[in-house]
């Protein structure tokens, strides 16, 4: 194999390709970037074996002689980042493979390419197209709330579900649930079965990452056991999570007679802020007061101190206050403008505060409760 | 009856230990002359030069030129002093620190359970031996101030019984400076009075002692007749709980080291029970047959005090720690720290789903079962009631055997 490079073009889509790789693995061979020049294309695909990347350089690309190589990770990656060279030429021989600058020359070891995994392709005729914004916002959104520690495993990613124009993606640690939803379009009649494609937290911001927002539209299709997603770029595998996802719909609060109350996250997130000075790491309740037209926010740690915000709001009804985790409330915050707007519902001091913007977004907080 | 454990020399001892080459050579830990240091302690060798704890250590290396000085490493001495503080735990928890090396332990109470205070305190002296290479002197007694004069009679390695019947025959021979409160200033006192024994000083009225030694005088005459009523008072500041346990031959079988890891939680965990405590936090400690150590550990939502949940989080930490490759283990050990104080009533975080009430309920159910079994061990002794996989222990002594 022998072909000339743009450095930046290939450098940008060998880091992507890299950061799937995996730094320390058992199989050596996986510490590679495969990169394969055929039909006057070059693709490179890199595998932990539970992602997979297969992405495309078309620009500034010249191939002289067709082939494939290994690409060992952090070398060719430093290459590539100290290199001032505008393009690079890397050929392999029976001795390895040969990286060569204008003024500069690197030998490589090379493994046998043909003993690298395969990463699959995308062959679906079913598939879901989404927006690429809407596509980054999900997994932007709901991605915090999953727990990839907790011993049910389905926690650990996301939860997609689509069907017909309807998609919905739900994050959760159990504690708290972040729900995006927003409209796509069925291809082949492609919907996923219940709630079985939960994608790892890791390979959905793999994902999300190698999306640019240049495209506008991905390719989303979900099987038994993983999902393909599509750029013109890019194919992404994942295999997805093993294990039962709890049943998000039933305790999502659908309630009459809770109190709904307009709130903007910019001044919201700064009381917190400073409500949240005296809580720490044991110690991480907020009292949350809403009445006279007042939200106030309270905390009290031992040893540390109060805290007492105030914040005007749109409602003098009946008393509530309900104690919140600050980091919650502070997650919901972050993934959002400080010019968005929500609504912010809720019932007692018991039952869960649902946060929702109108652009598909909802977010439901358990509160903390005294114990024994 | 009290205990009072004092270790023999003991940051030189841990030294020498570490440094085989530099057993019965004079060896004091302490600071540098050149610093103006002063030796923190000496081992026996070292004594015998008139070397001391306290003196400079440039005097030191005056009284013994060849004399070795080490450096101070107070936070290995500190975890080698938790290991001889689990061993006590064993045996009571009515434990008093006193220093890193010297401990009282009331052992009223336990006596059915592991047999007379005396055997109770060979029992210790061996085990200390045999899981640190160091030595204790122990003294045994009814009350502290007898027990603590009684640690330091024969040092080192030394044991002494004062039975409630010989306090007075064990007291009277006995040098006045022996007493608690009696130094330079209340000696010369007593010997302008021609008092030189603790016999001589019981003949003393207590007005005269009074007049001579005001408020100090009556706590002479009660010292002098061996009466000390102050109990032993647990150290219930400590930050950590936690049990480790050296293999005799390292162990391969994952099984087996389970069994022994499940087996030291469930002491850990009684325990931390009887402290009326609830940890947050749990940490496994593996040696390596090389030697080397791996620690691990794992912050749990909510502070536990059931078996049970710190056993999972500690069974989890262990089959992550030890990949197939090295499971030839010299040593298992587990505990738990951050503690909170059960009986506080606490802010908790409330569950989305239904499992986690399945979660709060077996949880509640695992308390019960905890209480239990504490009740039964209180009563019939910590052997009296194990979990089904710690005969894989005993299976493989057998095959020891």
């Known amino acids: ?372 | 009856m009290i205990l009072h454990v004092d270790m023999d020399a003991f940051y030189a001892s841990v030294e020498e230990r570490e440094r085989p080459e530099f057993v019965g050579r004079p060896v004091v830990v302490g600071g540098t002359p050149e610093g103006r240091g002063v030796v923190a302690a000496a081992n026996y060798a070292a004594r015998k030069f008139g070397i001391h704890s306290a003196i400079p250590t440039a005097t030191a290396l005056r009284l013994c030129p060849g004399l070795i000085v080490l450096p101070v490493r107070m936070s290995y001495y500190a975890e080698v002093s938790r290991q001889m503080h689990d061993i006590f735990f064993r045996y009571t928890p009515l434990v008093e620190p006193l220093s890193l090396d010297e401990a009282f332990l009331d052992v009223t109470g336990c006596q059915s359970l592991f047999g007379k205070a005396e055997q109770i305190a060979i029992r210790i002296k061996q085990e200390i031996k045999q899981q640190t290479s160091l030595v204790a002197s122990v003294g045994v007694a009814p009350n502290k101030f007898l027990a603590k004069i009684a640690s330091d009679l024969q040092k080192p390695d030394g044991l002494v019984v004062v039975r409630p019947d010989e306090i007075q025959s064990f007291l009277d021979p006995l040098p006045v400076g022996r007493l608690w409160g009696v130094g330079k200033v209340t000696g010369g006192r007593l010997d302008q009075l021609g008092i030189h024994t603790i016999e001589q000083l019981r003949g003393l009225p207590v007005e005269t002692l009074r007049q001579n030694f005001g408020s100090q005088g009556e706590h002479f005459w009660k010292l002098s007749r061996g009466i000390d009523d102050r109990a032993v008072v647990p150290d219930r500041e400590a930050k950590s709980i936690s049990h480790e346990t050296t293999f005799a031959t390292d162990i391969v079988d994952k099984d087996v080291l389970r069994a022994r890891l499940s087996e030291l939680t469930e002491q850990v965990m009684r325990r931390l029970r009887r402290q009326k405590k609830q940890a947050r936090t749990v940490h496994l400690k593996i040696r390596l047959a090389n030697f080397r150590i791996i620690t691990r550990s794992r912050t749990l939502p909510n502070p536990t005090d059931v078996t049970a949940e710190v056993w999972q989080a500690g069974k989890e930490l262990l089959d992550n720690a030890i990949s197939a490759g090295h499971l030839h283990l010299r040593l298992v050990g587990v505990g738990v720290s951050n503690f909170g104080d059960g009986s506080d009533s606490r802010l908790v975080q409330q569950s989305l789903f239904d499992e986690d009430d399945q979660e709060r309920q077996e949880h509640a159910k695992q308390r019960k079962l905890d209480s239990v079994a504490d009740a039964v061990r209180d009563k019939f002794g910590s052997t009296s009631l194990s979990k089904g996989n710690s005969r894989l222990q005993s299976r493989a002594e057998d095959r020891k055997a």
């Open chain 1, 1 to 372: 194999m022998k072909i000339t490079c743009q450095r930046e073009s290939l450098t940008s889509a060998f880091g992507l390709a890299a950061s799937i790789a995996p730094t320390r693995s058992p199989k050596e061979i996986l510490q590679n970037v495969k990169i394969t020049a055929t039909g006057g294309r070059l693709t490179l695909t890199a595998t932990d074996l539970d992602v997979g990347i297969r992405l495309e350089v078309q620009e500034g690309v010249e191939i002289e002689t067709e082939g494939s190589a290994l690409l060992p990770v952090q070398r060719t990656m430093g290459i590539l980042r100290e290199s001032n060279d505008e393009k690079l030429t890397i050929e392999t021989d029976d001795t390895g493979i040969r990286i060569t600058g204008s003024r500069s020359k690197f030998r490589l070891p090379g493994s046998n390419p043909d003993e690298f995994p395969s990463v699959a392709e995308f062959h679906e005729d079913k598939y879901h197209v989404l927006p690429t914004r809407l596509f980054r916002e999900m997994v932007k959104r709901t991605v915090f709330a999953t727990d990839a520690e907790s011993s049910r495993y389905a926690l650990g990613g996301v939860l997609l579900e689509m069907e017909e124009s309807s998609v919905i993606a739900v994050g959760t640690d159990g504690r708290r649930l972040a729900k995006m939803e927003g409209t796509g379009e069925a291809q082949g009649g492609h919907q996923t079965t219940g709630t079985s494609t939960i994608v790892p937290t890791r390979a959905i911001q793999l994902m999300e990452r190698a999306l640019s927002d240049k495209d506008d539209a991905v390719d989303v299709a979900a099987r038994a056991n993983d999902l393909l997603l599509r750029t013109p770029r890019a194919v992404i595998y994942s295999r997805l999570v093993e294990g039962r996802y709890p049943n998000w719909r039933q305790v999502f609060p659908t309630r009459e007679n809770a109190v709904q109350i307009d709130m903007t996250v910019g001044p919201l997130f700064a009381a917190l802020r400073q409500a949240a000075i005296v809580t720490d790491h044991e110690s991480r309740g907020i009292d949350f007061t809403f009445g006279d037209g007042t939200l106030k926010l309270e905390a009290s740690t031992a040893e540390i101190g109060e805290s007492q915000v105030e914040l005007p709001i749109g409602y003098d009804g009946e008393v509530i206050t309900l104690t919140m985790d600050n980091r919650y409330l502070a997650d919901f915050c972050k993934v959002l403008d400080n010019e968005s707007s929500f609504v912010m519902e809720v019932e007692s001091s018991s039952s869960p505060a649902l946060l929702t913007t109108d652009d598909g977004y909802s977010y439901v907080i358990m509160p903390m409760a005294r114990d024994r």
